[in-house]
């Protein structure tokens, strides 16, 4: 059985950073891509990121440049490192595993003065 666990999300003010933290159990990690989406509210879940088992890397162009995923597979974590954000990064941020289809359950991320 997969579980993705999320962690690290708050509240914090523009211009802010935060690092989501995301650890996977049940199954070898290093193996599969894994990725960052987030859900505002009245919209659709959208990709954030994503990282491969090689460690190449994709990012929404919104983030591009201010986020960046990494991943630990000595510790089965993926990593989301947000920094500069704005009021329109507020959403809930979910943690991601193509292969399978799983979910962690999510974080809130709220940016806000």
């Known amino acids: 059985q997969v579980q993705l666990v999320e962690s690290g999300g708050g509240l914090v003010q523009p211009g802010g950073s935060l690092r989501l933290s995301c650890v996977a159990s049940?199954?070898?990690?290093?193996?599969?891509?894994m990725a960052w989406y987030r859900q505002a509210p009245g919209k659709q879940r959208e990709l954030v990121a994503r990282?491969?088992?090689?460690?190449?890397?994709i990012y929404a162009t919104s983030v591009k440049g201010r986020f960046t995923i990494s991943r630990d597979n000595a510790k089965n974590t993926v990593y989301l490192q947000m920094n500069s954000l704005k009021p329109e990064d507020t959403a809930v941020y979910y943690c991601y595993r193509n292969f399978g289809g799983y979910w962690g359950q999510g974080t809130q991320v709220t940016v806000s003065s």
């Open positions: 049940g199954s070898i990690f290093s193996i599969y891509a």
């Open positions: 990282i491969d088992n090689g460690g190449s890397t």
